[in-house]
């Protein structure tokens, strides 16, 4: 069974910064490619970055390329997600997702294990 569980979620301010973590098992860690999507009340699930087990290869959304920054720590089994010059617009649940390993992908239908989410609220 694939866990994920994210954390690192809050309140800030326009401008701010948060890191978001998700933290994985070592056998998913070592075989899936991760991403992170997000999902603001009343709108659909968007991709937000993505990064590649092998080459770490990342892909951002364009409403967040420059401000956002996705890396793996294989020491910890852990993804990040760091968020800066945050906007009220980001406000969202954020989720933690994982696909087997292969090419880059922004479509959230290819991913097969998804975390609980965890709230950021970025106040004007």
């Known amino acids: 069974q694939v866990q994920l569980v994210e954390s690192g979620g809050g309140l800030v301010q326009a401008g701010g910064s948060l890191r978001l973590s998700c933290a994985t098992s070592?056998?998913?860690?070592?075989?899936?490619?991760m991403g992170w999507f997000r999902q603001a009340p009343g709108k659909e699930r968007e991709f937000v970055a993505h990064?590649?087990?092998?080459?770490?290869?990342?892909l951002y959304a364009a409403s967040v390329k420059g401000r956002f920054a996705i890396s793996r720590d294989s020491a910890k089994n852990t993804v990040y997600l760091q968020m800066t010059t945050l906007k009220p617009e980001d406000t969202a649940v954020y989720y933690c997702?994982?696909?087997?390993?292969?090419?880059?992908?922004?479509?959230?239908?290819?991913?097969?294990?998804w975390g609980q989410g965890t709230q950021v609220t970025v106040s004007s």
């Open positions: 997702a994982a696909k087997p390993a292969g090419t880059a992908t922004m479509s959230a239908s290819e991913y097969d294990y």
């Open positions: 070592g056998r998913t860690f070592r075989s899936y490619d």
């Open positions: 990064i590649t087990l092998i080459g770490s290869r990342t």
